[in-house]
């Protein structure tokens, strides 16, 4: 805008000319506001599934707990008590973190059977250690 104004002046070009051409492109910048308004937010990207390296690095009475806490509030359909659930473990163990997350995205998508998929592949992960 500066240079524009800057060159412009040098050019001899008028006032009103000046003027011609913000306004121009303030109808261009509200033209892009309102494309990316109808595009939206992005979504935010879902919480990769832990491996199973990571689910073993759970401690175990924390992984028994989790599965059975989880298991209990699917059973029941409460979304916001695994949600809960999910974030007092992960306030205990940071290895139980990015399972924590996934337990909360899947909470707020209702897929209480991939829940309860995630919850048995942990139980399986500290049988086998």
Known sequence: MEKL???G????????????????????LQAALKSVRVLGHPAPAKPAKPSAAALAEIP????KEATDRIR???EMGDVTRVKSIADDLKSRSDAFAPLGDKFIQ?????????????ADQLDKSQKSI
């Open 9 to 28: 002046m040098k050019k001899g070009l008028s006032k009103q000319r000046l003027n011609q051409i913000f306004v121009e492109l303030k109808k261009a």
């Open 106 to 118: 899947m909470a707020e998508d209702f897929d209480f059977e991939g829940i309860l998929k995630l």
């Open 60 to 63: 175990s009475e924390l992984a």
């Open 5 to 7: 104004v800057k060159s």
């Open 72 to 74: 209990d509030a699917v």
